[in-house]
């Protein structure tokens, strides 16, 4: 099975729509994040948790919202989905350890379409 | 700002050869050092990560980093068509306090075609 699953993998919604995107993970890390690449913009950050309870926004958090339900649970939220939104997303989670080098893993992504 | 420059390429290489890919960064506290592979419509997958000065190498993949010329390399020997791919190079920077914290700046990528 894999370390770090999305649902849904596909996703087409209209403008104005809310929308959910789940990530869950088995690592057994404490950190999770979200991004979103279009292409020519590379991975961007959206939101990341270092915590249950430590909640930040990343580059590009305007009209996305999230939700750290567990250890093991990122989700994220489209309020009212746009057509700029449509694009590439991933979570990705890291583990902290003393001398770590916070490497991330990412989860096989999910293809979100608003027409 | 912090920022993370790679040449998008597309870099073309001959089967058997040795792809060398470059990437620059603009922050000195920077920490730990990334290469990951991603396929097209794929999710990035991790090759290698290097923190100290020199080479470190795994296989056919190399990574060189130069923290005073704020420069990191990825070589690929006997490039093989299956590594075709776009690859990504992520920085783990440092916070103010100068502690190792987990969040990465990515590079746009380079496009790397091996053909046979």
């Known amino acids: 099975d894999a370390d770090v699953t999305q649902t849904p993998r596909n996703r ?5 729509k809310r929308i959910m995107l789940e990530c869950s993970q088995t690592k057994g890390h404490d ?8 292409p020519g913009l590379g991975l961007r950050l959206i939101y990341y948790s270092f915590d249950v309870k430590d909640i930040n926004k ?36 890291s583990g902290a350890s003393s001398g770590s080098s916070y490497e991330q893993y990412f989860g096989p992504g999910t293809r979100l379409t608003v027409t | 700002q912090k920022e993370v420059e790679q040449n998008s390429g597309p870099l073309s290489v001959p089967e058997g050869a040795i792809a ?30 290097i923190y100290s ?5 795994d296989g056919r993949f ?3 980093l130069n923290k005073a ?24 920077s440092a916070n103010a306090g100068g502690t190792s914290y987990g969040k990465l700046t990515f590079g746009q990528g380079t496009i790397l075609t091996v053909h046979p």
């Open chain 1, 31 to 38: 950190r999770m994040y979200w991004y979103r690449q279009d």
């Open chain 2, 20 to 49: 060398s890919l470059n990437c620059t960064y603009s922050d000195r506290g920077s920490q730990s050092f990334f290469w990951y592979r991603q396929y097209s419509g794929k999710s990035p997958e991790l090759i290698m990560f």
């Open chain 1, 12 to 16: 087409i919604t209209k403008t104005g």
């Open chain 1, 58 to 93: 990343g580059e590009i958090s305007d009209g996305y919202s999230v939700s750290r339900q567990a250890q093991a649970k990122f989700s994220l939220s489209l309020e009212s989905a746009i057509p700029n939104q449509t694009a590439l997303y991933f979570c990705a989670t």
């Open chain 2, 69 to 92: 010329s704020q420069y990191v390399s990825l070589l690929i020997r006997d490039s093989q068509p299956s590594d075709s791919a776009t690859y990504l190079c992520a920085v783990n």
């Open chain 2, 53 to 57: 000065n020199g080479d470190k190498e």
């Open chain 2, 62 to 64: 190399t990574a060189q």
